[in-house]
């Protein structure tokens, strides 16, 4: 099975702050790979498809790049908004779609 | 509206079955692969199985094999997961979610999630 890792696993920033969480693969997924966002108490959101595509309606502050073992989500400009848990997701091994272990972005 | 509501979640003892529902709306249900994802209270994302638009192709994670059963009813705009011989650690927040495009598409919309708790 493929396993995901993703780092760091708590990050305290600022706004305005330029953020990078990075998301690594057991093994090479090529670009299918997902980012999601998650507040309290609500659903996950997606953010990025196929690893650099912007869901529709997803502010251009987000961007994700990366292909084989290694992604990043980038948030350009941290707004007071964005302060959630982030989740990678590899979709290459059909139908066994893990998920990373999430990243908690904090208010410094 | 693009909608999916869950229901069918609640308290069961362990060893008994459960059954969750998943109803779809605003979109062309037989079109896409459909997933249940759980949320252990605190805790991270779990994949937890997957079908596709025909039912031709569903998977589990290792974790619900044997126990779980996914279906579909495409008349019914419907999504179902046959939970049996519960265990304590299938407590969870349960989420059904629509697949964006084919087998591998990314979870582009989510229902807000039943809460099934295992307890005696």
């Known amino acids: 099975d493929i396993q995901l890792t993703q780092s760091p696993s708590f990050l305290s920033a600022s706004v305005g702050d330029r953020v990078t969480i990075t998301c690594r693969a057991s093994?090479?997924?090529?670009?299918?790979l997902a980012w999601y966002q998650q507040k309290p108490g609500k659903a996950p959101k997606l953010l990025i498809y196929?690893?650099?595509t912007l869901q529709s309606g997803v502010p251009s502050r987000f961007s994700g790049s990366g292909s084989g073992t290694e992604f990043t989500l980038t948030i350009s400009s941290l707004q007071p908004e964005d302060f959630a848990t982030y989740y990678c997701?590899?979709?290459?091994?059909?139908?066994?779609?893990?998920f990373g272990p999430g990243t908690k972005v904090d208010i410094k | 509206e693009v909608q999916l509501v869950e229901s069918g979640g609640g308290l069961v003892q362990p060893g008994r079955s459960l059954r969750l529902s998943c109803a779809a709306s605003g979109f062309t249900f037989d079109d896409y692969a459909m997933h249940w994802v759980r949320q252990a209270p605190g805790k991270g994302l779990e994949w937890v199985s997957g079908i596709s638009w025909n039912s031709g192709s569903i998977g589990y994670a290792d974790s619900v094999k044997g126990r779980f059963t996914i279906s579909r009813d495409n008349a019914k705009n419907s999504l179902y997961l046959q939970m049996n011989s519960l265990r304590a650690e299938d407590t969870a927040l349960y989420y059904c979610?629509?697949?964006?495009?084919?087998?591998?598409?990314?979870?582009?919309?989510w229902g807000q999630g039943t809460m099934v708790t295992v307890s005696s």
């Open positions: 979610a629509k697949a964006r495009d084919g087998l591998q598409g990314a979870f582009d919309i």
């Open positions: 093994q090479g997924i090529s670009s299918y």
């Open positions: 196929a690893a650099s």
């Open positions: 997701q590899q979709l290459n091994s059909y139908p066994l779609f893990t």
